[in-house]
């Protein structure tokens, strides 16, 4: 079983970009899936996630509008599509799978089945 990220990098404010998560030796249709962040010196958050029917969808209200989570269920693949990304966007993204899913929030630790190994996003002029 493993988790692949990649598409993070160095972006102006203001900028795009999509994070990409490929999962192997499992299949990602109908599990709980998440993007979480950490930022130096400070906890790892939820960022998005939902859950295996994809009926309860979570979106951080800092990047409501601005973030969209998808699935790709032939490529077996998560993506994280990110606009108009601000300096306080910048952290490590971590995928995860099977995290606890709730209309308030996301949560990981030990609950979480997998971790991808993170892809560092760096918004800066």
């Known amino acids: 079983v493993q988790l692949q990220a990649s598409g993070g990098g160095l972006v102006q404010p203001g900028g795009s970009l999509r994070l990409s998560c490929t999962a192997s030796g499992f299949i990602l249709s109908h599990i709980a899936i998440g993007w979480f962040r950490q930022a130096p010196g400070k906890e790892r958050d939820g960022v998005v996630c939902?859950?295996?029917?994809?009926?309860?969808?979570y979106y951080d209200p800092s990047v409501v509008g601005r973030f969209t989570m998808s699935r790709d269920n032939a490529k077996n693949t998560v993506y994280l599509h990110m606009d108009t990304l601000k300096p306080e966007d910048t952290a490590v993204y971590y995928c995860?799978?099977?995290?606890?899913?709730?209309?308030?929030?996301?949560?990981?630790?030990?609950?979480?089945?997998?971790w991808g190994q993170g892809t560092q996003v760096t918004v800066s002029s």
């Open positions: 939902s859950n295996g029917s994809d009926s309860i969808t």
């Open positions: 995860a799978i099977d995290p606890v899913v709730r209309s308030y929030g996301c949560f990981g630790g030990s609950e979480v089945a997998y």
